[in-house]
C-alpha cells in the first residue's frame, strides 16, 4: 500500500527555517518525480516544488524560488523540502506527493 508520511513542520518566526520529510513506501520511490504542494488557510492546494526520480531536474513555483530547496535520497525512500527565509505567507499545511496521493500533511507557521 502506497504511504507518504510529513515530518517536520512546527511554528517559527519569520526569517527562520524548517526542514519537512517525507516517508515514502509501497511503492519504488526512485520511479517517480515526487512533488511538494501547501494549502493555506481558507485557500486552494497550491504546487510548489517537484524533484525527478533521480534529482535531476527541480523545479519550484515562483514564491518559493531561492528560499526553498527540494531534495530526496532514493535510498532511503525519503524526500525533503528546505524552508529557508520563511514568510508569514509561507504558513499552510505542507503535503507531500505521487501523481495524485497526498499524504495527511504537516503543518507550518511562521508568526512573530
Known amino acids: 500500500e502506497l504511504q507518504l508520511v510529513e515530518s517536520g513542520g512546527g511554528l517559527v518566526q519569520p526569517g527562520g527555517s524548517l526542514k519537512l520529510s517525507c516517508a515514502a513506501s509501497g511503492f519504488t520511490f526512485s520511479s517517480y518525480t515526487m512533488d511538494w504542494f501547501r494549502q493555506a488557510p481558507g485557500k486552494g492546494l497550491e504546487w510548489i516544488s517537484n524533484i525527478s526520480p533521480r534529482s535531476l531536474t527541480k523545479r519550484y513555483t515562483d514564491s518559493v524560488k531561492g528560499r526553498f530547496t527540494i531534495s530526496r535520497d532514493n535510498a532511503k525512500n525519503t524526500l525533503w523540502l528546505q524552508l529557508n527565509s520563511l514568510k508569514i505567507e509561507d504558513t499552510g499545511m505542507y503535503y507531500c506527493?505521487?501523481?495524485?496521493?497526498r499524504g495527511p500533511g504537516t503543518q507550518v507557521t511562521v508568526s512573530s
Open positions: 506527493s505521487k501523481g495524485s496521493t
